[in-house]
């Protein structure tokens, strides 16, 4: 499995340390610290194309609105369909997370 080559102690520390993030305002800092602002775009734009493909928009669209060359919506396609699911799982939070009403 491709995710065995990424296990080890350092990845381990860094992933408990976003889980103990408390909001979104931390995010900014730390991944403000942890990354330029151009991977984290990167990042944000990968998640975005995922939402995009799973909602049925076509490449055109989805390099139109996001920037997204062909070689990313493909990739991202590709970990959609033969990945370890993690987008749809994440995506699947995200939509429950945005049908909650507001209090």
Do not use: W
């Amino acid at each position: 499995m491709q995710i065995d080559k990424l296990r080890g102690k350092e990845l381990d520390q860094l992933f408990k340390a976003i889980l103990l993030l408390e909001d979104v305002e931390e995010c900014y800092r730390l991944f403000d610290d942890l990354a330029t602002v151009n991977e984290i775009q990167s990042l944000a734009q990968r998640m975005q194309v995922a939402r995009m493909l799973r909602e049925g928009y076509t490449y055109h669209k989805i390099e139109t609105e996001t920037g997204a060359s062909t070689a990313t919506i493909s990739r991202v396609k590709r970990s959609l369909n033969y990945g370890n699911d993690a987008y749809d799982m994440i995506l699947e939070r995200l939509y429950k997370e945005e049908e909650k009403p507001v209090e």
